[in-house]
């Protein structure tokens, strides 16, 4: 087993550092919150008191950060030139392309293997060891971070050279943004025209309209499999977090030129639900909520649903 440091100890970094840890490694852990710290500590993690002292003597280095300018920071001042060059540096984080492949040829330039590795699957899927990560970097960095990947997640796939994994990640979540808002048109529209929302659902789910917003993922409380839309739309991934990966999805397609009309849209959608509308710490699919374009929120409740649509209170 080997001595890993685990930075950012969130709620998605939380539960893979502790799966590192059941799978036997020394996990040297630190976030700047203390109730984080503690938490780790008691489910196997070492307490660190800087991010320097974790990455010390580490033979893996795991990052799971808010944003590019925190990986950069931690990077630069606290991992490369500070962990023994021999290390394996694995970024979970979600975070630009352009700052991912800096990174990495900051690392390279020092002698350290280094990849981009992004999820998916949510916080259930890091505390269940179940995620997917999208891998960028050379072959040989990916081959070294594979083991302590696969003690987290059930897939590891290689996306490509370094920025890749990023790359991965922003495409699959515009395209999920994009569609989860057109679910949620289809079955606002749906039940305007009379339809019952799960016969409707029973239908589309086996046509070739379904896909995984529908069919994994309802939007509507009470229909499909158990979902967030069936807690108020609490858990989940929060629409904070939808607004962000689209941000960067469009950043990318500026960057090389990408006409995106889609994620273009389910941006602005987005932007206006989770910042206009107070929607930024509910699921991302409670973006139902606002999608009737007729619905004025009253100003005493903005986070009421449209009319006609029978969701919970």
């Not at 998916?120 to 971070?145: D, K, P, Q, Y």
């Not at 796939?157 to 495409?171: M, S």
Request: negative net charge; aromatic residues 6%; charged residues 20%.
């Amino acid at each position: 087993m080997a001595r890993v440091a685990f930075i950012g100890l969130g709620n998605m970094g939380g539960g893979m550092a502790a799966n590192l840890a059941k799978a036997g490694h020394e996990v040297r852990a630190f976030d700047l919150s203390v109730a984080a710290l503690a938490k780790a500590e008691e489910r196997g993690c070492r307490r660190a008191g800087s991010a320097a002292e974790a990455v010390a003597e580490a033979e893996a280095v795991v990052t799971m950060l808010p944003a590019g300018k925190h990986v950069r920071d931690v990077y630069e001042a606290n991992v490369i030139g500070v962990a023994p060059a021999t290390a394996i540096l694995i970024d979970c984080s979600t975070i630009d392309v352009t700052t991912a492949r800096e990174e990495t040829g900051k690392a390279a330039a020092q002698g350290y293997d280094m990849v981009d590795a992004p999820v998916s699957g949510g916080i259930a899927a890091a505390e269940g060891g179940t995620l997917t990560f999208m891998v960028g970097g050379e072959a040989e960095a990916f081959e070294r971070a594979r083991p302590f990947l696969e003690q987290m997640g059930k897939a590891v796939i290689h996306a490509g050279g370094p920025g890749a994994g990023q790359a991965a990640k922003i495409c699959n979540n515009m395209l999920l943004g994009a569609s989860m808002i057109a679910t949620c048109e289809t079955f606002v529209l749906a039940q305007k025209l009379g339809l019952d929302p799960q016969t409707f659902f029973d239908i589309a789910s086996r046509a070739s309209g379904q896909c995984w917003s529908m069919t994994s993922y309802c939007p509507l409380p009470g229909v499909g499999p158990e979902t967030p839309a069936d807690r108020n739309y609490d858990g989940g991934f929060a629409a904070a977090l939808m607004l962000k990966d689209l941000r960067l999805a469009m950043e990318a397609a500026t960057s090389v030129d990408a006409y995106t009309p889609m994620g273009s849209e389910a941006e602005e959608l987005y932007t206006r639900f989770a910042e206009k509308l107070g929607g930024a710490g509910k699921d991302f699919s409670g973006i139902i909520k606002m999608i009737d374009d007729s619905w004025s929120p009253p100003t005493s409740d903005p986070a009421a649903p449209p009319p006609g649509l029978r969701l919970p209170k």
